[in-house]
């Protein structure tokens, strides 16, 4: 079905509506924004990787705050089990019979606060669902909501008491970046605007969960040529041929930077995707997926380095 300018110009504004929703609380975090808000329209998810305070957490809650829907937060702990996030069932004596009681995944927004404290097997609990969009208890598949985001929070991996979280996982976040420390003068303006109360308790949904949808359906339909469909494909694929990298990214990742790009065209107001858009996200949608062999990685060798290097040299279509 063609998409028509009415619908693509009403998605835009969904995204705009956010966008300006989520700045009333996260000072000076336009360009993370569009990054998470790009995730959500392609149905990509998102990780965060970050110092404490940041941010991480609040980026989120204003997200979900903006939206209309279902939010839930696990905070992922050691002892935390596979149960705690996809439910589990109880036998009812009364009716006798098993009743599933739903966990925290059959949501809109799952914050997955700190997911790298948990242990590999409460980690890999979230791949099915982050992967199919569905659960399996028991040996019962259970499909989650057409809307399914998950963001999810790590500190830094040489953190006390973190388990890195393993490729195949990694692989399934669409996106990894940071917020990084904010400019002294938005820093003041923090401060100001927390004198007296979080501002985050005054804010009102400006979206609801059918205009997200629509803003997915509208992305879904901007045009991309082959020939930026091939550079896509070109750029991933070098990063399996560089110089240092035990394990280049997957064609997961090409998936994900088309369908992101897609959304970052529609935010732009354009009706097909350009290089800039792709170059724009290369570094937060490859650089996760990246494995560096270890000589590479202690001579100082990183993998978004070799992403950096990889826009470089690939060449650009005309």
Do not use: W
């Not at 109880?90 to 009743?99: D, K, S, V």
């Amino acid at each position: 079905m063609e998409m028509t300018t009415v619908s693509r110009t009403k998605a835009r504004e969904v995204f705009q509506n956010i966008t300006a929703n989520i700045a009333r609380v996260m000072q000076g975090q336009n360009e993370a924004t569009r990054k998470l808000l790009a995730a959500l329209a392609s149905g990509g998810h998102v990780l965060l990787e970050d110092y404490p305070g940041t941010g991480k957490t609040t980026l989120a809650k204003v997200l979900a705050r903006s939206i209309d829907a279902r939010f839930k937060r696990v905070q992922f702990t050691p002892d935390l089990l596979p149960s705690d996030i996809l439910g589990v069932a109880i036998f009812n004596q009364r009716e006798q019979e098993f009743q599933f009681h739903e966990g925290p995944v059959f949501t809109n927004i799952l914050l997955a606060d700190e997911i790298n404290r948990a242990s590999p097997r409460t980690q890999s609990a979230l791949l099915e669902a982050m992967g199919e969009g569905q659960v399996s208890v028991d040996g019962e598949r259970r499909n989650l909501a057409d809307l399914f985001f998950v963001i999810a929070t790590q500190n830094p991996v040489e953190f006390r008491g973190t388990y890195p979280l393993p490729e195949a996982q990694m692989d399934r976040f669409a996106m990894q970046f940071t917020l990084g420390y904010v400019q002294p003068a938005e820093e003041v303006a923090i401060l100001t605007a927390q004198s007296n109360n979080h501002p985050l308790d005054e804010l009102k949904p400006c979206a609801t969960l059918a205009d997200v949808l629509e803003l997915k359906h509208a992305a879904q339909n901007i045009r991309v040529s082959d020939e930026l469909k091939r550079y896509t494909v070109d750029l991933v694929a070098a990063t399996r041929k560089a110089a240092g990298v035990q394990l280049g990214a997957s064609p997961r990742a090409s998936i994900a930077l088309m369908k992101a790009a897609q959304a970052l065209a529609l935010f732009d107001g354009q009706e097909f995707v350009s290089p800039e858009q792709i170059q724009e996200l290369a570094v937060s949608v490859m650089a996760h997926r990246i494995v560096m062999e270890p000589q590479a990685r202690f001579s100082g060798q990183s993998a978004r380095g070799v992403v950096e290097d990889v826009l470089k040299k690939t060449k650009v279509p005309a």
